[in-house]
């Protein structure tokens, strides 16, 4: 918790130091290139997409759900970190588009169980966290499309 507190902090202040923002960079967020950073901004919903961008850091944010679209525009993404926030519901469309995505983080959220279905057609991914999460059991064939998964 403390390198997450001091990290946020760190970050917020980089963003004020920096000051300037892209064009199309999202309010509230701060772009190098194509990547995204997010964190620590009291964000419940994903911000309105960067076109092209590989990496979106939503990390210490609020959000608590994704519905089919939060994450339309995002497709060339590589990564996306939505680590520590309240998400306790995805629904089955929510990644599905994100046909780039490598690494996914959702640790430390309220899911309660997962949905085979979040990660079909993600064949890129290879690593996926959901540690700190409400967990009660995985599916047996959850990861059964995820030929490329090495880490959990
Ligand atoms: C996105 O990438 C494509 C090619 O990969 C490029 O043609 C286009 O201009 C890029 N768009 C933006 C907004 O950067
Ligand atoms: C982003 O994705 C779109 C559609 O998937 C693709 O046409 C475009 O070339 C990608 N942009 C980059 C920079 O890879
Ligand atoms: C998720 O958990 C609830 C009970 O907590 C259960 O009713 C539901 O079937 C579960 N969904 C999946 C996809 O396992």
């Known amino acids: 918790m403390m390198f997450t507190y001091h990290s ?5 202040i980089l963003a004020l130091c920096t000051g300037v923002t892209r064009g199309q960079c999202p309010e509230k967020c701060h772009c190098e290139g194509l990547r995204v950073n997010c964190r620590g901004q009291k ?4 911000p ?3 076109p092209n961008a590989t990496d979106l850091d939503l990390e210490n944010n609020l959000l608590a ?3 089919d679209d939060s994450l339309r525009g995002w497709q060339n993404l590589t990564t996306l970190d939505l680590t520590l926030n309240m998400l306790a519901s995805l629904s089955d469309d929510a990644f ?4 780039n995505l490598q690494k996914l983080y ?10 085979r279905k979040w990660f079909k057609g993600l064949t890129q991914l290879h690593t996926l966290e959901l540690g700190l999460n ?14 490329n998964l090495e880490t959990l």
């Open 43 to 46: 964000l419940s919903t994903i």
């Open 48 to 50: 309105p997409p960067l």
């Open 65 to 67: 759900t994704l519905t």
């Open 134 to 147: 409400m967990l009660a059991s995985l599916p047996d064939d959850a990861f059964k499309e995820l030929s």
């Open 96 to 99: 599905k588009g994100l046909q």
């Open 8 to 12: 946020c902090v760190l970050v917020m």
């Open 106 to 115: 959702l640790y430390g959220n309220r899911l309660r169980n997962i949905s």
